[in-house]
């Protein structure tokens, strides 16, 4: 067997595989023997079915079969062993080969290549790198979720902000008098805090227990179909005909007491012993929040040293009709449009996945197993973090990151996380980092 490259220009290129008998037949005879053995043909017993029948039969297929893997193979290791820069799979060139009659055989194959670059970062290269603001506000709002999770609910006489009101619904007529027949609602249960109507939210005001008031629900919920259905009981496209008045009879008002700031809040948040007074509690919540943050802040300068890079390398030369050909391969359902609708993004992010590959290597970045699944548990103290849980037990991260390894698709997308968790961490100390410290809000809309 004999495989050539031969460079048609800097991005393409053909390979040539010629395949003489003797490459085959040994594969070739094996291959038809066993398929003797399992043959069954009128006439014969199984496994006695003479060779020159099997050979008729079947030769053909079993030749063409074991040339193709055969040839996959070999070109894979030539590739290999070459070095050979290729983009997506070899598309097979028109190739006049016969298996009835031929006995050696050549294949041609057009070759993606890769742009030849170099991408080189320093302290010369200036990056802009966000500091996000943890404001006494953030600090704030986290701690009240957690002192609501240890609160206690009171019955009171009179109604204030964030009450809930618990009492019965009763619909009334054009003249203020409960309507015959009307909808009522037995053990209604709302907090006019959620109202959108200022005005009809007033309403409650200091209301008292025992306290029958009048409003309207269509007003105060601005005519949100779902609010609507779930407070009167009715399915949302039953909502239309209530658009009047209501009274509201309060049977009961509850009030969320928030729990106390004290130690054993403290450490149930954080863990015991990590704080022993609310300055040192809030002084974490800082610090986590920040930890939150500084991910994020990672994330956009990967971002920024992406579109930096990009830039800076100018615009790479691509095989384009070769690679249309390849990625309308990968896509034969979808078509011609679909390619010529997204060949450019593809390319945008084929150029960042080689320029990326090259700083990998540049700077010696490796995986190791150890990584992935340290990934695996940030990402779930992430998720915990998400609602408010900071000290999640090792033993639930443990087996929620077990669950997550499992699929192949999830530990994909962690061992891009650590590749890039690395790579930003490395290029944070290689160029110059022009810090700017912008708010959480600031932030957010850079991603609009």
Avoid: C
């Avoid at 008729?56 to 062993?81: A, N, P, W």
């Avoid at 704030?140 to 009450?163: F, G, I, S």
């Avoid at 629900?217 to 407070?231: H, I, R, Y």
């Avoid at 809040?265 to 939150?292: C, N």
């Amino acid at each position: 067997m004999n495989i050539s490259l031969q460079n048609v220009d800097k991005v393409s290129a053909v390979l040539t595989v010629q395949i003489e008998k003797a490459d085959y037949q040994e594969k070739v005879e094996k291959s038809l023997k066993t398929l003797r053995q399992r043959v069954n043909m009128p006439g014969f017993r199984k496994g006695m079915v003479p060779m020159a029948l099997i050979k008729k039969q079947y030769g053909t297929s079993v030749l063409v079969e074991e040339v193709d893997k055969l040839m996959q193979e070999k070109v894979g290791e030539y590739i290999r062993e070459n070095n050979v820069n290729m983009l997506g799979t070899p598309l097979p060139k028109e190739n006049n080969v016969n298996f009835e009659t031929d006995e050696n055989f050549e294949f041609s194959f057009d070759i993606a290549l890769a742009p030849e670059f170099t991408v080189e970062l320093s302290n010369n290269d200036t990056i802009d790198y966000y500091d996000i603001n943890v404001t006494d506000e953030m600090v704030d709002q986290q701690v009240k979720m957690y002192t609501q999770r240890t609160a206690k609910y009171d019955k009171v006489e009179e109604y204030q902000d964030n009450d809930m009101l618990k009492g019965l619904l009763a619909e009334l007529d054009e003249n203020g008098n409960t309507k015959e027949g009307g909808l009522q609602v037995e053990g209604a249960v709302m907090m006019p805090t959620y109202m959108k109507n200022d005005d009809q939210k007033a309403i409650f005001n200091g209301a008292k227990t025992n306290t029958v008031l009048v409003f309207n629900p269509a007003t105060a919920f601005d005519n949100n179909e779902a609010e609507l259905a779930s407070l009167l009981k009715i399915k949302k496209e039953e909502v239309a005909n209530y658009k009047g008045n209501f009274s509201f009879q309060i049977e009961e008002i509850t009030r969320m007491i928030p729990g106390d700031l004290n130690q054993e809040l403290f450490d149930q948040v954080l863990g015991e012993g990590k704080a022993h007074s609310e300055e040192e509690f809030r002084a974490q919540i800082k610090e986590t929040i920040a930890k939150q943050f500084e991910a994020d802040s990672d994330y956009k300068f990967l971002i920024d040293v992406r579109n930096y890079v990009v830039n800076k390398i100018g615009k790479l030369e691509f095989a384009d009709e070769l690679m249309k050909r390849i990625m309308l391969e990968n896509n034969k359902e979808k078509g011609e449009e679909f390619v010529a609708e997204h060949y450019e993004k593809s390319i945008e992010e084929l150029t960042w996945h080689l320029i990326k590959e090259k700083l990998v290597a540049a700077n010696n970045i490796k995986v190791e197993q150890a990584d992935i699944t340290n990934m695996a548990k940030e990402a779930t103290r992430a998720q915990f973090a998400q609602y408010g849980m900071i000290n999640v037990p090792d033993e639930l991260l443990e087996n929620y990151s077990k669950e997550m390894l499992k699929k192949r698709e999830s530990v994909e997308a962690l061992i891009n996380r650590v590749i890039e968790t690395k790579l930003s961490e490395i290029l944070k100390g290689q160029v110059t980092l022009n810090h700017k410290a912008v708010s959480a809000e600031e932030f957010n809309k850079m991603f609009q």
